[in-house]
């Protein structure tokens, strides 16, 4: 099992442009989610998918959409990048209301916006 | 709501000594609370969770946390630090209904003085 994966895993771009950035689970799980890392923050929500084909905001969704494509892929898209959006993107996974519910995180993405 | 509080955004021990990283939760309803750790330039693991079913939990690498209703805090221990340790560590509380969201604490880094 590869657990939850990531693409890429470093990214630079410059104000305005467009970017989606990428996440697949492979343990069948029904909830996944989006976080943002930045120094003295610890992780924001931005969005999540409680269940295929729901999505919700979380608390810091400006900026951002998601697609959840299908029940193992949720993509974060910044539609014009902003050097605020400069940040280190975390995505997760859970089997939501099981006794095994704890979240999974991938590697990360390293977004750097000038 | 529920809110985290992690007391120190940096700890210094030296090796062998305790650890102790502190975490205050507000919840309104029952918590369930989690620890994780985050190596440098990895995503996060999870060290362990508290579900009701005791209040001294363990987790791996040799880490145990405390649930103090009275308190309303979770703190972290570990009696006897190693290098390996050093890392940072997340603090964190399922938020309410059943979408499985985190809210998570400003985060602790642990530094290890040989």
């Known amino acids: 099992n590869a657990g939850v994966t990531q693409t890429p895993k470093f990214q630079v771009l410059k104000t305005g442009q467009s970017m989606t950035l990428q996440c697949a689970q492979d343990?069948?799980?029904?909830?996944m989610y989006w976080y943002r890392q930045d120094p003295g923050m610890g992780l924001r929500l931005i969005y999540y998918s409680a269940s295929e084909g729901t999505t919700d905001k979380g608390e810091v969704p400006n900026g951002y959409n998601v697609s959840r494509l299908n029940k193992r892929e949720f993509s974060l898209r910044l539609e014009s990048a902003a050097p605020s959006q400069t940040s280190v993107y975390f995505c997760?996974?859970?089997?939501?209301?099981?006794?095994?519910?704890?979240?999974?995180f991938g590697p990360g993405t390293r977004l750097t916006v000038l | 709501a529920q809110s985290v509080t992690q007391l120190g955004s940096h700890v210094s021990v030296s090796e062998g000594a305790l650890v102790l990283l502190r975490c205050n939760y507000s919840s309104s309803v029952p918590p369930y609370l989690f620890w994780y750790v985050q190596y440098p330039n990895q995503g996060l693991q999870l060290l362990l969770k508290?579900?009701?079913?005791?209040?001294l939990v363990k987790g791996i690498n040799g880490f145990e946390a405390e649930f103090k209703k009275s308190e309303t805090s979770f703190h972290l221990t570990k009696p006897s630090a190693h290098m390996s340790d050093a890392a940072e560590y997340f603090c964190a509380v399922r938020g309410s209904g059943n979408t499985g969201k985190l809210i998570f604490g400003q985060g602790t880094t642990l530094q290890v003085k040989p």
């Open positions: 508290y579900t009701s079913a005791a209040t």
């Open positions: 997760a996974s859970s089997d939501t209301g099981t006794r095994f519910d704890e979240q999974f």
């Open positions: 343990m069948n799980h029904n909830s």
